[in-house]
């Protein structure tokens, strides 16, 4: 079950990592989740854009909320982290 202290660890990982990445490595990781999104939509159709604007904002977000927001951070986590290790052992 995702709960809040889980996001918000997720959240400043992401943070240090953006701040770690250069301006390609985050437009990278873009690019990537990009796709992913388009790979969702294909197969399952559009995402509701302004349902997942709401949930930003949301004071409390409820259990599917939150694990949604988990899930996005993990994802944008593991791409950046991807794709700065990658970069960095192509460069040893």
Known sequence: MADLATF?????LADTLVERATKEQ???GARLL???VAHYQIKHGDIPLDETLAMIDAAEPSD???KLLVQGMENLVGVLGNI???LEETRH
Do not use: D, F
Not at 8 to 12: F, G, H, I, L, V
């Open 34 to 36: 990009a796709l992913n």
């Open 26 to 28: 985050v437009a990278e």
């Open 8 to 12: 918000e660890q997720y959240y400043k």
């Open 64 to 66: 599917e909320q939150l």
């Open 84 to 86: 700065i290790s990658g």
